[in-house]
């Protein structure tokens, strides 16, 4: 089993930045993909980000151009730089890795919060 651990989260006002990372058990080089997903209160868990093993990135309509992920693959990381974040960014910020050997492994998440 792929073991992610994210962290990074926390409280931070409209307009401010945040950076999340997870860390994977494995070489993340051999995963298909890796990215974030995100769930607020009662909503249903939506695509923030994913990086394909040949780098290429897809963002969710309602992140681009204000998130940036990426990945590190000799550090077995992936990271989401989070800029001018917005009320409704507020949620549960999880990992996701889809490997061969494990299928679909995910975080513990992280709480995201963006309040004045």
């Known amino acids: 089993q792929v073991q992610l651990v994210e962290s990074g989260g926390g409280l931070v006002q409209p307009g401010g930045s945040l950076r999340l990372s997870c860390a994977a058990s494995?070489?993340?080089?051999?995963?298909?993909?890796m990215g974030w997903y995100r769930q607020a209160p009662g909503k249903q868990r939506e695509l923030v980000a994913v990086?394909?093993?040949?780098?290429?990135?897809n963002y969710g309509d309602s992140v681009k151009g204000r998130f940036t992920a990426s990945r590190d693959n000799a550090k077995n990381t992936i990271t989401l730089q989070m800029n001018n974040l917005k009320p409704e960014d507020t949620a549960v910020y999880y990992c996701?890795?889809?490997?061969?050997?494990?299928?679909?492994?995910w975080g513990q998440g992280t709480q995201v919060t963006v309040s004045s």
């Open positions: 996701n890795a889809i490997s061969a050997r494990f299928g679909s492994s």
């Open positions: 494995g070489s993340i080089s051999s995963f298909y993909a």
């Open positions: 990086i394909s093993n040949s780098g290429s990135t």
